[in-house]
């Protein structure tokens, strides 16, 4: 197969679904009416924050070089990682499997998937990078040629980014170990521009625009970004070749599941297209005879997750996290709501993993009972691990880090149990949400177009928000208990009411 037949292809295949104008006019409508009432806001929100003096104080501050290369880094580790799982180098199943099979080098057949994906990704890089230097620029704090050194520097950053993750795609276990590595150093302080010159995601962080700082500080960092982005484009072609149509099979099919759950807002399905099943510990004996039953299935919950230490090791580091966040919170009581919200979010995140258990029985409880003991019991028992265990890590962490700043730790203890109970009881209402009713689907018209969407969306990302008001509550508690009672009962409530329709 040469290109014009592999352009005839992917012409055919795209015309499967060919669009009229209509539907281009609906899409070009849909896209205004999402840039204009969500887009706008928080596009203006984030400008009067960067270009307000605590935000000018945040891009101003001798730290900002050293944000920019942890940012940095901690973006090229996850492409690595992630890449290991989705990367750029895919394409549709039946599309993939045509043109694998029809002797054309995959370094050909793949290649227009990667310079796109490196295209969204320099984009984005660039994107976020002009915002702060536009910032900067209007204030008088940087100049015309450091900025654009600095754009210069995030479009290349971008680019190796992508290129990282066809790395991971294409060479699985080094890709692994040099994201763990590039971690490992990042975490023990190699983030500097100034102590770290050999390292390349300080690079990044030396061509930030740093106030009396002329172009020619962003010259040499520049420069190497751009040869590590060549030596990555001239291996992209042996990257190519050497991926297997297995793999590459693999992770289409489970991206196209994804797209599929997703485009039916079923994010909690689409997620477990990527959970690793067990590895470990199949010879461990998980239910096991104890003095107690709820102790049985807390053991059975711990055994469970020690099978997917990975999983269990990021679970323990995010609850850790939220502590982090949530002592914050506790120190800075004049501007708590942020980092609350944060270690709410967090510890959401964490739970979904901690709280299999509670998954598994909210699942159960919508057949007939298995077990021997009622639903309400399974859920009971299932729910006491990640209470115990989420309640334990946030509270010593909250009080390790608030014992020198806040004189009653009573306080930041009973903002954590309440977050806990929010969240566990936001997860067990997740858990018995089911599909998306169909009566949600009734277009909903209005003199601004159909607002269905709304409806739909605030279904999806209904926990988030509970999520992020349940993080709200828990950081006025010093103030007043009510809104975080009135939550918990509103949250009860909702659960309530699905367990009652859960058949």
Known sequence: MSTPQLQAAIAIWRARKNRTGGDRVSLAYLLLMVAAIAMAPVIRALWLGS??????????????????SSLTALI???ALLLGRLRGPALLPPFLLYAVANSGMKRSLALRRPVIQAAAWASLLSVSVAGFSSAALLTSGHAGILGILGFLGAALTAGIIGALLALVGQALPRTATCIGIGIIAVASLGGTSPRSSPFLPWAWAGAAYPVEGAGAECALLPLAGLTALALVLIVFTSRMLNSLNFHQLGSQAAKWDAVVTFSSTLDFSLAATVYRAGPRFGSRIRAVRTCSHLAMTFLVRDAIGLLRTPVRLVVALGMTIASGVLLSTASITASSAVLPATGAALVLYLATGVLGQGLQHAAHVAADYPLY???DRTLVVYHALFPFFVSALLVSATVVACSAGSVGVLGTPVLETLALVVLILLTRLGAALKGPLPPRLLTPIETPAGDLSIVAQLAWAFGELLLAILAGMTAAIIPLTPVPALVMIVYVTIIAA???RKRR
């Open 372 to 374: 021997g003991i009622s």
């Open 51 to 68: 270009t307000s003096t605590a935000g000018l104080m945040l891009l101003t501050a001798d730290q900002a070089p050293d944000a920019v």
């Open 76 to 78: 090229w580790s996850s």
């Open 497 to 499: 009411v699905r367990w």
